[in-house]
């Protein structure tokens, strides 16, 4: 039995990356055609992609209902793992690519909610001419369920807002941020100096999610006022909730440094919350298991130095691309789960 178990591990896989990507597009798009496409193939060609992964495997991966394809329980087993190995897969290939160019390591980055990268240029500037044997990766597709991602080490480095901790993740305080509502310049309440749960009751309203989180608007301003929007949609691209306010067609509340480019173009408008702001804490989230002084903590506490310096108003060159970051708000100084690597003898040295 147990000869029987060595020589069965011992054998080539029976799928190659492509059945993998095959079963990955499937179960995105639930239909040959669309996952044909996304792959580049023929629908002919995937049909024969299917009944060739089930013939390897002896088993039947696909269910067709009408012109949609229903994935069985082995082909569902197989889409979740396809997924991690081929996220894997990508990013131990860009690794290798990038060890050839002089970097010896890559930190992945996420924010959650936002795909606001705008300040990015500027410190990826400064911590290249400090760090040139690292490389920072933005993986703009991890917006929700950070621990989850980083656990899963899909990720490196979660920029996340809130309070919430995890045994196996720690945490670095970066900076406090208030939500503000937006809205499009022509809305009625444009002119509002602030604006209140009352003002907001009964407008047209659009969210990441209808499901309550703890720290956003629902529990610290609707909740607490017990007056409510209505709300119209649930829309998990922030560029999105951007677009259908700037086109009147919605009102929303976000964080005051992810939409000040677009505040500043004067596509819409953000306003303070009142009577009292909402402020959010946000900090660098990481994996317990991160050294000390690894490339994540350095990118980290690289962050946190940085938004104290205020560094992130200068304008940066990336690639002879000469772009305009907005500054980020600058931390507080609160005290946070890991410490600032910033010296006493380095801030009286610089009072001087």
């Not at 480095?157 to 503000?180: C, K, M, Y």
């Not at 610290?220 to 560029?239: G, H, K, M, Q, S």
């Not at 962050?303 to 500054?327: C, E, F, N």
């Amino acid at each position: 039995m147990n000869n029987f178990h060595a020589e069965i591990s011992m054998e080539n896989p029976r799928l190659d990356i492509r059945h993998l990507q095959m079963i990955r597009a499937i179960g995105k798009t639930g239909r040959v055609v669309d996952a044909a496409d996304e792959l580049g193939l023929t629908p002919s060609a995937l049909s024969h992609r299917i009944r060739e992964a089930e013939r390897r495997l002896g088993v039947p991966l696909f269910e067709r209902m009408h012109k949609r394809l229903r994935m069985t329980a082995a082909a569902e087993y197989l889409a979740r793992f396809s997924d991690k190995f081929l996220s894997e897969m990508y990013v131990i290939e860009d690794e290798v690519r990038r060890m050839n160019a002089g970097i010896d390591h890559v930190v992945r980055i996420a924010v959650e909610n936002y795909s606001a990268y705008h300040w990015f240029p500027a410190f990826l500037q400064m911590f290249r001419a400090k760090h040139p044997a690292i490389d920072i990766q933005i993986m703009a597709g991890y917006r929700r369920d950070m621990v989850t991602s980083l656990l899963d080490r899909q990720i490196d480095l979660a920029i996340v807002a809130g309070e919430s901790s995890h045994a196996a993740t720690r945490s670095l305080h970066l900076f406090q941020d208030p939500l503000v509502f937006v809205c499009a310049p022509e809305h009625p309440l444009a002119g509002a100096a602030s604006v209140s749960a009352r003002d907001i009751e009964g407008q047209r309203f659009i969210t990441f999610t209808k499901i309550p989180e703890p720290d956003q608007e629902f529990a610290r301003l609707f909740r607490a006022e017990r007056r409510y929007p209505n709300w119209t949609a649930a829309v998990e691209l922030p560029e999105a909730i951007v677009e259908l306010v700037a086109a009147n067609q919605g009102t929303s509340i976000l964080a005051q440094w992810a939409v000040s480019p677009h505040v500043a173009s004067k596509r819409i408008l953000a306003i303070p919350l009142g009577p009292d702001p909402v402020l959010m804490n946000w900090s660098c989230k990481f994996r317990t298991d991160e050294p000390e002084d690894g490339p994540v903590l350095r990118v980290a506490h690289a962050l946190q130095d940085w938004q104290i310096a205020g560094r992130a108003s200068r304008p940066a060159t990336v690639s002879s691309t000469r772009i305009s970051a907005s500054p980020m708000p600058q931390s507080p100084r609160t005290s946070a789960s890991v410490p600032s690597r910033s010296s006493s003898k380095k801030n009286r040295t610089k009072r001087h």
